[in-house]
């Protein structure tokens, strides 16, 4: 049993601890947020793979108390024709169907599960400097406490501290040619009723909405361009960023334009980020997972599902493997090129470069899962060294 400190309460860092604990090891859990933040952020979609690695930590039932599950996915072109309606991965098994949910509630529904399964979580504790030796690695934090421990994950997002301290100094995410504006409106303005996503081909702006069964119309639209000059939630006034981005929407027959213009006060936006490729992951007793090591742009909708994935793999892989630095290699041998593939993908959409194709399906071997992925994925099934497919 290791004794591991896992850095940012958030999707990745809350998943690692339901892993590692599961796994046996002594795991405690430092966030930099004063509390659960549940207000914070945009809504996201947890798709089938994402939905797996949950099962596998034992968290579906938690996360099934929030947001409302997908099954199916319509695509409309310009003029609102429909193009192409289609079950989504997983609609036949309720453990597995596509969910959307406030990335806020999603984070306090693991954040809750976390300290249920007694992990300790502290809140208000943010990392400022890592000592790595070699007796343990000590995190320093600004309240001037500190935490000693085998091993630490450095699960603290896009601009990791862990990742600047001690993997990657030097590293900084990149625009990926897109601001996402998203919003919440009351009431089912397009009449679609809910249970499915709508994806819009507009000709300024992919838009996409899902209906909540309480009648809230959830919607984003990813626009082309320059990046935000203030760099996100900050910029403008929620009516601001609605009237910057319903011209685009307007010259489209679509219902996106009627459903932003709908939206009273809850518009934000941020811009489409990524890391990139090929990045180090770890050195010495340290690791990074989630957006900390591989953010990639909002477009394939798999950020919060790949670190997920990422808990898994890495309790698996700690399981597995007796010493830790060999148990890091293993975790990247199986996870980069996987999550690489999505920035790759996901970030060529960003740019309109690449054209999902018409299921939807963006990310490759994210919603119609191969066997290797639910392997890697099923706690049972020990993780092997991968083979070398050209060998
Ligand atoms: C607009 C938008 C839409 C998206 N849509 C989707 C989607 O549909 N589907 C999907 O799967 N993903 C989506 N994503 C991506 C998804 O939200 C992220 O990939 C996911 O939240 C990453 O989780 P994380 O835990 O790695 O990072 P974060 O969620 O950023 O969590 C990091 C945590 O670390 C804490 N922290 C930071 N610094 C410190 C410090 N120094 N000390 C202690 N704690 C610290 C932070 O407070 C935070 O709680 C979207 C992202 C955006 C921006």
């Given at each position: 049993m290791a004794r591991i400190l896992v850095i940012g309460g958030g999707i990745a860092g809350t998943a690692v601890a339901l892993g590692l604990h599961k796994g046996g090891h002594d795991v405690a859990v430092f966030e930099a947020h004063p509390d659960t933040a549940e207000d914070l952020g945009a809504f996201l979609t947890l798709a089938t793979n994402g939905m797996r690695a949950l099962a596998q930590l034992d968290a579906t039932d938690t996360v099934a108390a929030v947001g409302f599950p997908l099954i199916s996915l319509r695509l409309l072109d310009s003029q609102g024709a429909e193009v192409t309606r289609a079950p989504l991965a997983g609609a036949g098994d309720p453990a597995l169907r596509y969910r959307c949910l406030r990335r806020g509630e999603l984070n306090a529904a693991l954040q809750a599960e976390t300290v249920r399964r007694g992990v300790p979580l502290r809140h208000g504790t943010r990392l400022v400097s890592v000592a790595d030796g070699p007796d343990g690695v000590t995190a320093h934090f600004s309240d001037g406490t500190t935490a000693t421990g085998d091993l630490l994950i450095g699960a603290d997002g896009l601009n990791s501290t862990v990742r600047r301290l001690t993997v990657a100094p030097t590293t900084q995410p990149r625009y990926a040619g897109q601001r996402v504006y998203y919003g919440y409106t009351d009431g089912d303005v397009a009449a679609e009723g809910t249970g499915a996503i709508t994806m819009v081909r507009g000709t300024e702006a992919a838009f996409g909405y899902a209906v909540s069964p309480a009648g809230e119309t959830y919607w984003f639209a990813r626009v082309l361009g320059d990046p935000l000059p203030a760099g996100g939630p900050d910029h403008g006034t929620a009516a601001e960023r609605r009237d910057e981005l319903l011209p685009l929407l307007r010259k489209d027959a679509a219902p996106a334009a009627d459903i932003v213009a709908a939206c009273a006060d809850r518009v934000m936006v941020t811009n489409a980020t990524e890391m990139p490729l090929g990045i180090p992951w770890h050195t010495g007793r340290v690791l990074l997972v989630g957006d900390?090591?591989?953010?990639?742009?909002?477009?394939?909708?798999?950020?919060?599902?790949?670190?997920?994935?990422?808990?898994?793999?890495?309790?698996?892989?700690?399981?597995?493997?007796?010493?830790?630095?060999?148990?890091?290699?293993?975790?990247?041998?199986?996870?980069?090129?996987?999550?690489?593939?999505?920035?790759?993908?996901?970030?060529?959409?960003?740019?309109?470069?690449?054209?999902?194709?018409?299921?939807?399906?963006?990310?490759?071997?994210?919603?119609?899962?191969d066997d290797t992925l639910i392997r890697q994925l099923d706690w049972e099934t020990p993780l092997v060294e991968e083979r070398d497919p050209e060998a």
């Amino acid at each position: 049993m290791a004794r591991i400190l896992v850095i940012g309460g958030g999707i990745a860092g809350t998943a690692v601890a339901l892993g590692l604990h599961k796994g046996g090891h002594d795991v405690a859990v430092f966030e930099a947020h004063p509390d659960t933040a549940e207000d914070l952020g945009a809504f996201l979609t947890l798709a089938t793979n994402g939905m797996r690695a949950l099962a596998q930590l034992d968290a579906t039932d938690t996360v099934a108390a929030v947001g409302f599950p997908l099954i199916s996915l319509r695509l409309l072109d310009s003029q609102g024709a429909e193009v192409t309606r289609a079950p989504l991965a997983g609609a036949g098994d309720p453990a597995l169907r596509y969910r959307c949910l406030r990335r806020g509630e999603l984070n306090a529904a693991l954040q809750a599960e976390t300290v249920r399964r007694g992990v300790p979580l502290r809140h208000g504790t943010r990392l400022v400097s890592v000592a790595d030796g070699p007796d343990g690695v000590t995190a320093h934090f600004s309240d001037g406490t500190t935490a000693t421990g085998d091993l630490l994950i450095g699960a603290d997002g896009l601009n990791s501290t862990v990742r600047r301290l001690t993997v990657a100094p030097t590293t900084q995410p990149r625009y990926a040619g897109q601001r996402v504006y998203y919003g919440y409106t009351d009431g089912d303005v397009a009449a679609e009723g809910t249970g499915a996503i709508t994806m819009v081909r507009g000709t300024e702006a992919a838009f996409g909405y899902a209906v909540s069964p309480a009648g809230e119309t959830y919607w984003f639209a990813r626009v082309l361009g320059d990046p935000l000059p203030a760099g996100g939630p900050d910029h403008g006034t929620a009516a601001e960023r609605r009237d910057e981005l319903l011209p685009l929407l307007r010259k489209d027959a679509a219902p996106a334009a009627d459903i932003v213009a709908a939206c009273a006060d809850r518009v934000m936006v941020t811009n489409a980020t990524e890391m990139p490729l090929g990045i180090p992951w770890h050195t010495g007793r340290v690791l990074l997972v989630g957006d900390a090591a591989h953010a990639a742009s909002p477009a394939t909708g798999q950020g919060a599902s790949m670190a997920l994935e990422d808990a898994v793999v890495l309790a698996k892989a700690l399981r597995d493997t007796p010493d830790p630095r060999s148990a890091f290699a293993r975790y990247e041998q199986h996870r980069r090129p996987r999550v690489e593939l999505n920035i790759t993908v996901s970030g060529a959409i960003s740019r309109g470069t690449h054209t999902p194709s018409r299921t939807g399906s963006t990310a490759p071997g994210a919603s119609r899962e191969d066997d290797t992925l639910i392997r890697q994925l099923d706690w049972e099934t020990p993780l092997v060294e991968e083979r070398d497919p050209e060998a």
